[in-house]
């Protein structure tokens, strides 16, 4: 372990050093490299279990599984987990309820030290959690490694949050009162996350509820189950009591179950577009027994641009593009899948971009190939059909083909679909793949117009050497996440809080000063001096009254 993973005790409260991010791992070392070749071998050795769910510390076996593949070997069975039913997914919910008393009254420092073991934990076994990764969903090495830091960063940052949360205190003392303000949790929730971060985000989302006192149903995403199985385990061997965390597996009609239940009182989400909205319509209908408002959390799509002003380092501009665009073969919501060109230089920046994109390696992420598959048949069909349309919007100059392999594996070139109108559905609708449009802008007006004209606002970019362009974005690049002179992906817990506006989400800001907030209500608390004498409170606190 590392120092800040080990927290001293002094009058019941955790000192903790300051919050620094993860290192990322160095695959070019000789003997790092060897490690990960030997976790994936040593991962590969456990594929093809059978997991249960988990409900109230119970292990629970049903008729029906879901079997997760390998989407680089579609044949290659990564694990087989028994499917919750309607039943099971009301059990769950029951059990996070029954938990939710005791785990509420848990004193903080005890939740977050909990939370403080499990990264370390984490930390110990970097390198097998990257290989889960790769296997499970495609990640090349340094794509897992992210992940895995992510994850670690999200425990390290909401433990430090949740103490500091518990500090609060009222802006003023009113004269003659003691004034306290406490953030209590909110009760049982439950966290709905996506396969394409299978780790960090599910873990954090998990993990800012329960440091808060709440518990929670957790239901991942049918293309990564593993993943969230390895998790659960690992926060029951770091302490965790029965039933804070209960895990079902399951489809669309499980999380229907527990989003629609009537003693669900949050729901954090982190997906697509349609289903975050469907969720916060069937949240937002009162249940009968129902006495609450829910809170949904959501996270959803974008349509991201890269804005390449006429005086943009072209190189930098490229590079910062590519890497938007294809890192986890663009399967990221902060992806860029639109690049507004200045048309002084946008001739050179399209032959230079292809020039680059041609260069990725596609193949085998356990291999550590530059790019790798897309998760899995249904998003390898719709990515070729949106190539197939984006032919017709414009001028493929790079990719637009699937790319065969021995076993079958989900793979489709790097694509550079240019000379896209700024109102064609390549330019509007999230792909989720490794397809990017090209946009000729008239000049930077024209460019700020068309990054604003569609429904998202996750993440967005510029590359521009003028202060005033600058100026201009940070007032009218209408993101969440904006990135000046640099990618748009690679958000780090602290730095750069995630979340969007519009149809992108509810600027949730995971990762942010504010985001253990959301999984809590703010309880205003007045008490006038002096009715209690000092000494009768002395003598109680002497007695454990």
Same mark, same amino acid.
């Given at each position: ?25 160095? !695959? ?8 990960? /070749? ?12 059978? *997991?249960?769910?988990?409900?109230? #510390? ?63 934990? /984490? ?34 940052? *909401? ?5 500091? &949360?518990?500090?609060? $205190? ?12 406490? =953030? ?13 971060? %299978? ?41 965790? %009591? ?50 609450? /408002? ?51 230089? =946008? ?12 260069? *990725? ?7 550590? !190939? ?6 899995? #048949? ?12 984006? @032919? ?12 065969? $392999? ?7 070139? %790097? ?47 510029? =590359? $521009? ?16 996440? &904006?990135? &000046? ?23 949730? @800001? ?36």
């Amino acid at each position: 372990m590392t120092e800040r993973s080990l927290p001293e005790m002094s009058h019941s409260k955790l000192l903790l050093s300051p919050f620094v991010n993860e290192a990322f791992t160095d !695959f070019n070392d000789p003997a790092i490299k060897q490690d990960m /070749i030997a976790a994936i071998a040593k991962v590969r050795a456990e594929l093809g279990a059978t *997991y249960d769910l988990v409900i109230g #510390g119970r292990r629970v076996r049903t008729a029906a599984t879901i079997t997760s593949t390998n989407p680089a070997r579609p044949a290659e069975v990564i694990g087989v987990h028994h499917a919750a039913t309607e039943a099971e997914a009301k059990d769950a919910v029951e059990a996070a309820n029954a938990a939710f008393p005791s785990w509420a009254k848990t004193p903080v420092s005890e939740r977050v030290a909990l939370l403080l073991r499990a990264a370390a934990m /984490i930390r110990e076994r970097h390198l097998t959690f990257c290989a889960w990764l790769t296997l499970e969903v495609g990640k090349n090495w340094a794509e897992a490694d992210a992940d895995v830091g992510e994850c670690i960063d999200f425990l390290e940052f *909401y433990a430090r949050e949740a103490l500091r &949360l518990d500090a609060a $205190t009222t802006p003023i003392q009113f004269p003659g009162e003691r004034n306290l303000l406490r =953030y209590i949790p909110l009760g049982a929730g439950a966290v709905i996350p996506p396969w394409n971060f %299978p780790f960090a985000i599910m873990a954090g989302m998990t993990t800012a509820a329960i440091v808060c006192g709440n518990t929670v149903v957790l239901k991942p995403s049918p293309d990564a189950p593993t993943i969230a199985a390895h998790f659960v385990a690992l926060l029951e061997e770091a302490g965790l %009591p029965a039933g804070v965390v209960n895990l079902v597996q399951g489809g669309p009609a499980v999380g229907r179950t527990i989003v629609e239940h009537p003693q669900v009182r949050f729901i954090a989400f982190t997906g697509s577009k349609k289903v975050g909205l469907e969720i916060h319509e069937r949240a937002a209908k009162t249940q009968p027994g129902q006495h609450f /408002i829910k809170r949904t959390i959501l996270e959803l799509g974008g349509k991201d641009a890269i804005v390449v002003a006429a005086d943009a380092d072209l190189d930098a501009a490229v590079e910062g593009v590519a890497a938007s665009a294809f890192g986890f073969n663009g399967q990221k919501c902060s992806a860029c899948s639109r690049v507004i060109v200045d048309a002084a230089v =946008y001739d050179a920046f399209c032959e230079r971009l292809s020039e680059r994109v041609a260069k *990725y390696a596609t193949g085998d992420p356990a291999e550590n !190939f530059a790019t790798g598959p897309v998760i899995n #048949g249904v998003a390898h069909k719709r990515v070729l059909d949106y190539i197939a349309l984006g @032919k017709g919007e414009g001028r493929l100059i790079v990719g637009g083909n699937a790319i065969q $392999t021995a076993d079958g594996g989900y793979y489709i070139a %790097p694509t550079v679909i240019a000379d896209v109108a700024p109102t064609s559905l390549l330019a509007q609708e999230e792909v989720f793949g490794p397809l990017l449009a090209v946009i000729r802008a008239s000049d930077f007006d024209d460019a700020m117009a068309i990054a604003n004209a569609t429904e998202y606002g996750l993440t967005g970019a510029i =590359y $521009t050497g003028s202060r005033k362009n600058l100026d201009r974005a940070r007032d009218e690049f209408h993101v969440g996440n &904006l990135y &000046l002179n640099r990618k748009c992906t690679g958000a780090m817990v602290g730095a750069h809080p995630f979340g969007g506006f519009n149809m992108s989400g509810t600027d949730s @800001k995971a990762g942010g000063p504010d985001y253990l907030t959301l999984f809590t209500q703010a309880k205003s608390i007045a008490e006038k001096i002096g009715v209690v004498s000092e000494k009768d409170e002395e003598q109680e606190e002497r007695m454990g009254m």
